[in-house]
C-alpha cells in the first residue's frame, strides 16, 4: 500500500495529531463457539496484547478497553499489558453482558477516555493481520481528507473495514448517545464529513468472527 491510496484525498493538515482510542473486547463470540476473541494468539501473542501494542505504537496516549463477557479470563492478560506498555494509558470498561452491543459498548468507551485528542481511533479485538503501517496509513488518510471530513473508514471492494477514526466532535455526540453511531448503518448515509477512503488492503476486513476464520488467520501458540 503506498501514497496513491489516498493522494486525492486533499491537502494535508499541519501538526501532529493527539490520537485517544477505543479497542472494542466485550463481545460473546457467539459464532466462534462462545470464546473470548481477546485471547486468540496471533503470531505468537494474544490479539489484545497485540493490538494494545499497536496502538501504542501509531501514537496512541490512551486506550479504553471495553470488556463485557469473559472479563475475568481478560483480567490477566490486561494488567499484564498495562504493565508492560507502561508509556501507554489503558484504562478498562466493562459493558454488562446483558445489554451488549457494540454501540453501547463505543459510547461507554468514549465516555471513558481522560486525556483530551484531536481524533479517536476505534479498533475490534478481532483483527489478526493489522501492522502499524495499516494504522499510520488510517491516520493519514484522515490527515489528508478536505477539511469537512469528521470520520475516515477504509473500504475495500466496497466492504466497510477497521479500524475507523473520528474527530473529538463526533467523539462528543458518541458520548452523548446521539445518532447510530456504532451500529454500522450510519457509516453508509450520504454525508459530507464520511469519508469511505478506498484501499486494496485487506487487512482492514480480515477479522476472526467463525471457525473458519480462526483456522486462516490465528494460531494457538
Given at each position: 500500500?503506498?501514497?496513491?491510496d489516498y493522494r486525492e484525498l486533499g491537502a494535508c493538515q499541519s501538526g501532529e495529531l493527539r490520537l485517544g482510542a477505543v479497542l472494542l473486547s466485550a463481545g460473546?463470540?457467539?459464532?466462534?463457539?462462545?470464546?473470548?476473541?481477546?485471547?486468540?494468539?496471533?503470531?505468537?501473542?494474544?490479539?489484545?496484547?497485540?493490538?494494545?501494542?499497536?496502538?501504542?505504537?501509531?501514537?496512541?496516549?490512551?486506550?479504553?478497553?471495553?470488556?463485557?463477557?469473559?472479563?475475568?479470563?481478560?483480567?490477566?492478560?490486561?494488567?499484564?499489558?498495562?504493565?508492560?506498555?507502561?508509556?501507554?494509558?489503558?484504562?478498562?470498561?466493562?459493558?454488562?453482558?446483558?445489554?451488549?452491543?457494540?454501540?453501547?459498548?463505543?459510547?461507554?468507551?468514549?465516555?471513558?477516555?481522560?486525556?483530551?485528542?484531536?481524533?479517536?481511533?476505534?479498533?475490534?479485538?478481532?483483527?489478526?493481520?493489522?501492522?502499524?503501517?495499516?494504522?499510520?496509513?488510517?491516520?493519514?488518510?484522515?490527515?489528508?481528507?478536505?477539511?469537512?471530513?469528521?470520520?475516515?473508514?477504509?473500504?475495500?471492494?466496497?466492504?466497510?473495514?477497521?479500524?475507523?477514526?473520528?474527530?473529538?466532535?463526533?467523539?462528543?455526540?458518541?458520548?452523548?448517545?446521539?445518532?447510530?453511531?456504532?451500529?454500522?448503518?450510519?457509516?453508509?448515509?450520504?454525508?459530507?464529513?464520511?469519508?469511505?477512503?478506498?484501499?486494496?488492503?485487506?487487512?482492514?476486513?480480515?477479522?476472526?468472527?467463525?471457525?473458519?476464520?480462526?483456522?486462516?488467520?490465528?494460531?494457538?501458540?
Amino acid at each position: 500500500m503506498g501514497d496513491g491510496d489516498y493522494r486525492e484525498l486533499g491537502a494535508c493538515q499541519s501538526g501532529e495529531l493527539r490520537l485517544g482510542a477505543v479497542l472494542l473486547s466485550a463481545g460473546e463470540g457467539a459464532r466462534l463457539g462462545c470464546r473470548p476473541k481477546a485471547l486468540i494468539h496471533a503470531a505468537g501473542e494474544t490479539l489484545l496484547q497485540r493490538n494494545l501494542r499497536l496502538l501504542r505504537d501509531v501514537g496512541v496516549k490512551e486506550v479504553v478497553v471495553v470488556t463485557g463477557h469473559y472479563r475475568d479470563e481478560l483480567a490477566p492478560v490486561l494488567a499484564a499489558a498495562v504493565a508492560e506498555l507502561s508509556d501507554l494509558l489503558i484504562t478498562e470498561v466493562t459493558q454488562p453482558t446483558g445489554s451488549h452491543s457494540q454501540a453501547a459498548s463505543l459510547r461507554l468507551a468514549v465516555k471513558g477516555l481522560t486525556v483530551q485528542s484531536d481524533a479517536v481511533l476505534v479498533l475490534p479485538v478481532d483483527m489478526p493481520l493489522l501492522t502499524r503501517a495499516d494504522l499510520v496509513a488510517v491516520v493519514s488518510a484522515y490527515k489528508h481528507a478536505p477539511e469537512l471530513v469528521e470520520f475516515v473508514g477504509p473500504n475495500v471492494g466496497g466492504r466497510p473495514g477497521n479500524p475507523v477514526l473520528f474527530s473529538h466532535r463526533i467523539a462528543a455526540r458518541v458520548a452523548r448517545g446521539e445518532g447510530a453511531f456504532g451500529s454500522g448503518a450510519w457509516r453508509h448515509a450520504s454525508s459530507d464529513w464520511v469519508l469511505e477512503w478506498q484501499t486494496e488492503n485487506t487487512h482492514y476486513v480480515a477479522d476472526i468472527d467463525t471457525p473458519e476464520d480462526l483456522v486462516r488467520w490465528a494460531d494457538e501458540g
